[in-house]
Structure formats: structure tokens, C-alpha cells
């Protein structure tokens, strides 16, 4: 079982920004592709970005493309997600994944965005 500590959200007016953290033991870390999720209310779970273990390839959902940015620093054991131009629809408990098999995920952070 991976422990994954989540960090970051909170309430942020409309255009605002925010920077999510994920941190996880150090041993397997390095060896796993990483996500980020998040489910609104009422909503499925929907995947928002992810990015390899070396962090060279990156994939994002279409409404986040160009707005949020996922990276990691394999020397610190965390991973990021820079949300910038936040909206009101981007407003959902936001999840860490790790892709061990199976995937485990953090308990999640609250990010509201307000107009």
C-alpha cells in the first residue's frame, strides 16, 4: 500500500491560480507514471492529466489543455499539477494516482473556484 499525500487546493476566485503537490515514498516513486484526477459532485471520476515516470511524455483532458501544467521532481517525490486560469467548472475534489498495479490514489484535496 503507497501512501499518497495530496496538498494545495483550496478556494480561488475565477482566472486565479493554484498549485497542487503529491508526494510518495521515495522507493517506488521513480518507477511509475503518475495522475491526477478529479470528480465534482454528482460527476464520474475523470482523469486531468498524467505524466510518465521520467517525466518526459505528458497527456491532458481537452478542458484543461493549455491551462494546467503536470511535472515532477523525482528527487523530492512529488508531483505537481499548476492550474492557471482556473473556472468554475474546474471545481472538484482533485486525486494523486500512482499507476503501481493495481493504481492506488490519495485521499484527495477540495479546489472551489468562485466567479
Known amino acids: 500500500q503507497v501512501q499518497l499525500v495530496e496538498s494545495g487546493g483550496g478556494l480561488v476566485q475565477a482566472g486565479g491560480s493554484l498549485r497542487l503537490s503529491c508526494a510518495a515514498p521515495?522507493?517506488?516513486?521513480?518507477?511509475?507514471?503518475m495522475g491526477w484526477y478529479r470528480q465534482a459532485p454528482g460527476n464520474q471520476r475523470e482523469l486531468v492529466a498524467i505524466?510518465?515516470?521520467?517525466?518526459?511524455?505528458?497527456k491532458y483532458a481537452d478542458s484543461v489543455k493549455g491551462r494546467f501544467t503536470i511535472s515532477r521532481d523525482n528527487a523530492k517525490n512529488t508531483v505537481y499539477l499548476q492550474m492557471n486560469s482556473l473556472k468554475v467548472e474546474d471545481t472538484a475534489v482533485y486525486y494523486c494516482?500512482?499507476?503501481?498495479?493495481?493504481?492506488?490514489w490519495g485521499q484527495g484535496t477540495q479546489v472551489t473556484v468562485s466567479s
Open positions: 505524466i510518465t515516470s521520467g517525466g518526459r511524455t505528458t
Open positions: 494516482n500512482i499507476k503501481t498495479l493495481p493504481e492506488q
Open positions: 521515495g522507493r517506488i516513486f521513480t518507477i511509475y507514471a
